[in-house]
Structure formats: C-alpha cells, structure tokens
C-alpha cells in the first residue's frame, strides 16, 4: 500500500466520493477486511457493502488481499490501495483550475490554482514513476512564520524574493547535457484558526 494516492479519473472520483465507499475506503485503510466484518462494524447489510466494495475494486481504490474459506464458502478480503487518496484537478477536466487563467498573481485563486497543478502534475509523475518501481526525486519545505506587522510581512517577501532569485540564477543551467527541469513554487497563506486549535491539542496529548 502506498501512502498517498492521487485520483484522475472522473469515474473513480465519484466512487470515491460516495459517502458509505469512503468509509470503507477509511476502514481498508487501516487493515484488510471482509465484507462481513465491514457490514457488522458499520451497521450495514452485507449485500450492500458487498456492491460498494466492487464499485471501488473496479476502479483500482481497493483490491483483494487474501482469500479465506470456511466450510463450502470463500471469504474475500481488501485492503485499500492507499492510506489516503486525493482528487486531481485533472478530474474535472476543462474546468479544472489552471494557473495561466488568472490574472491577478497576488490573489487567493492565484495560489489555489498553482496547489491545484502541483497535484495534477506530480500525482502524473509519480503514478509513472511507482509503475516503474522509481522513486521520483521532489523537495517540500514546510514551516510557519509569525509577522509582527504587515511592514515586516512586506520586507520578508523582498528578502526571499531576492535568495530565491540569486539561488536561481546560480544553478539554473539550460545547457547542461541530460539536465531536467524543475517547478519551484514558494507559496504563503495565513494559518486557518481550526488548525492552530490542532496544533495545540496535539501537544496537549
């Protein structure tokens, strides 16, 4: 199973976005089980988790991990194909968003946008990349900053924008025999208040 993976398929999208398949999806990610015991822990008929379960194996969310007889019947278990899933702009097609569409570089949908292509690309990438047994070679940073002002946001930004383009400029070879190009986004937005509460519950534990 692997940790994280990204749906494009409009088909699949909408199986995995059925209320009862993402709670099976939740509870196969976690460890394998049978539609009996997903009926019994969810307070569902068999019959039906049993039409759900085949929903999602036919479109690749869950497959069969081991097969148990008892007496003259054969018990299927699943496991989903992902600790988690996320849903690809790619999925909606024409109307998905698309960074060269915005104008305004400064706004919100601008940001949106460009986090909306970083997971149609790099799910694209690294679908292909895990079909190859390769690893595809990324780098995240992910920190938080604290601005006593909107002036000291201001001088922030003209300080980063500055290392970033010496660093850019430094390295950047269009030369280079076998090279390969990369996106490098920084992006920043304003911490949402629910996650703070997170952050302090988590510490609290």
Same mark, same amino acid.
């Given at each position: ?5 990204? +749906?494009?398929? %409009?088909?699949?999208?909408?199986? @995995?976005?059925? %209320? ?6 939740? &509870? #196969?990610? *976690?460890?394998?089980?049978? *539609? ?7 307070? #569902? ?5 049993? $039409? ?10 869950? !497959? &069969? ?7 003259? #019947?054969? &018990? ?8 988690? $899933?996320?849903?690809? %702009? *790619?999925?909606?097609? %024409? ?16 940001? +949106?946008?460009? @986090?909306?292509?970083?997971? !149609? ?9 895990? =079909?190859? =047994? ?6 995240? +940073?992910?920190? &938080? ?36 190009? $990369?996106? #490098? ?9 629910? @996650? ?10």
């Amino acid at each position: 199973m692997i940790d994280i993976a990204v +749906i494009d398929d %409009p088909a699949a999208a909408t199986v @995995a976005l059925d %209320p009862v398949r993402s709670r099976l999806l939740a &509870e #196969l990610a *976690a460890e394998p089980a049978s *539609a009996a015991s997903l009926a019994a822990r969810l307070g #569902l008929p068999r019959q039906k988790v049993n $039409y759900h379960l085949r929903a999602l194996e036919a479109h690749d969310l869950v !497959r &069969e991990t081991e097969q148990r007889r008892w007496g003259g #019947l054969t &018990e299927r278990l699943f496991v989903a194909t992902a600790g988690s $899933y996320v849903v690809s %702009p *790619a999925a909606l097609g %024409p109307v998905a968003a698309d960074p060269g569409r915005t104008r305004d570089r400064l706004s919100a949908g601008y940001l +949106i946008a460009l @986090a909306a292509r970083v997971v !149609r690309e790099v799910g694209a990438l690294w679908r292909r990349a895990v =079909d190859a =047994d390769r690893r595809l070679a990324t780098l995240s +940073i992910d920190t &938080e900053v604290r601005f006593a002002s909107a002036s000291e946001r201001a001088a922030f930004t003209k300080d980063l924008t500055l290392a970033i383009t010496t660093l850019v400029a430094r390295y950047h070879n269009t030369s280079a025999p076998g090279g390969r190009d $990369y996106r #490098l986004l920084v992006m920043a937005h304003p911490r949402p208040a629910d @996650a703070a509460r997170k952050d302090r519950h988590a510490s609290q534990e």
